[in-house]
């Protein structure tokens, strides 16, 4: 006769089959976990390798989605797993805190506030409609376009109607199709001189009511191994050389193909002594939410004036998000 189970033994081998599949699943999430961790300390680092240096382009983003995984690891009771996933939001937030919240100077009382709007176009857009939208919701006093197409460029009065004053680089090929940089204004400018150090750039200063400011678009070329190792490194010695030309408020925008706490971002400022305007939320790809894309356009302004307020402009047709900032002169 087979003696009888006990209640404490039915229940003891209960738990244990099913301990063993939360097991193996608290095991494997901690084990991806391993992953989002990693991109916050190779970010907080400050390491400059070229495929580390990608890795901490995407601090914003895996925060997103290592947030997420959290929440859900949270909600079916991985509390194990759960723990972990807060420790590498915790390293990834402090790790994507220079971005978002890069400080700068406060603004001069009663100073006039200058809107600009600044955004990577794509060569191909074809979206002349959408581009007008964009740039007249922004109500911008300068406008900075990147990678502006044929199609757009031939319609050019109607894109930028209520900007007289530009100054434009020449039509040049590119991979994703010709195109030129563009800086408009509402106000009277003078072009800066163009240098022939390989940098794609367009450049004016501009006499605005806060005074005059230099304003220069750019668009670095992508990160390696996409392109050359140190064509971003040159490119952006070449943006700190044309900074040293010039002297006063001076405002540097368009894409940088790098977030500002990466190895580029954090070069540009130690060269030029500019900071960046808030990153968040993201630009590229459009495609994603901005919370969870990637904020390679930007804009960085010299000591001497403050950027009061950024936000996203009204999408374009491009796949990048446009930009706006306000900015004004900084107290003294």
């Not at 194990?80 to 603004?107: D, E, K, N, R, S």
């Not at 406008?143 to 031939?154: K, S």
């Not at 374009?316 to 003294?332: C, I, L």
């Amino acid at each position: 006769m087979t003696p009888p189970v006990q209640p404490e033994t039915q229940a003891r081998d209960r738990l244990v089959r099913e301990w063993r599949p939360r097991g193996l699943l608290d095991g494997l999430a901690r084990l991806a976990l391993s992953a989002p961790l990693g991109v916050a300390l190779v970010a907080l680092s400050g390491i400059g390798h070229r495929w580390l240096d990608l890795l901490a382009q995407f601090t914003a983003p895996t925060l997103v989605a290592t947030a997420a995984l959290t929440a859900l690891l949270a909600l079916t009771r991985l509390k194990l797993a759960a723990l972990h996933g807060l420790v590498a939001c915790i390293a990834l937030f402090m790790a994507v805190l220079p971005q978002w919240f890069p400080g700068g100077p406060a603004a001069e009382a009663g100073a006039p506030v200058v809107r600009l709007y600044s955004a990577n176009l794509w060569a191909r857009n074809r979206d002349v409609e959408a581009i007008t939208a964009s740039i007249r919701d922004a109500d911008a006093d300068i406008v900075v376009l990147i990678e502006l197409g044929d199609g757009p460029a031939g319609r050019l009065d109607e894109v930028l109607a209520g900007y007289p004053h530009r100054v434009a680089t020449p039509r040049i090929e590119r991979p994703s199709g010709p195109a030129r940089s563009v800086i408009a204004s509402r106000y009277p400018l003078v072009a800066i001189e163009d240098r022939p150090d390989g940098l794609h750039a367009v450049g004016a200063s501009v006499r605005t009511p806060a005074g005059p400011v230099h304003v220069l678009g750019v668009h670095l070329t992508r990160p390696w191994p996409f392109q050359e190792q140190w064509g971003q490194i040159e490119q952006t010695l070449a943006i700190g050389a044309i900074r040293t030309d010039l002297t006063g408020p001076t405002i540097v925008a368009g894409d940088f193909n790098s977030v500002s706490s990466a190895r580029v971002g954090r070069l540009l400022q130690a060269e030029t002594g500019l900071r960046p305007a808030p990153g968040f939320p993201g630009t590229w790809p459009s495609a994603l939410p901005a919370a969870a894309a990637v904020t390679i356009d930007q804009v960085y302004a010299s000591p001497d004036l403050a950027l009061a307020r950024r936000r996203l402009g009204r999408p374009n047709g491009s796949d990048h998000r446009p930009v706006v900032v306000e900015f004004t002169r900084a107290a003294a």
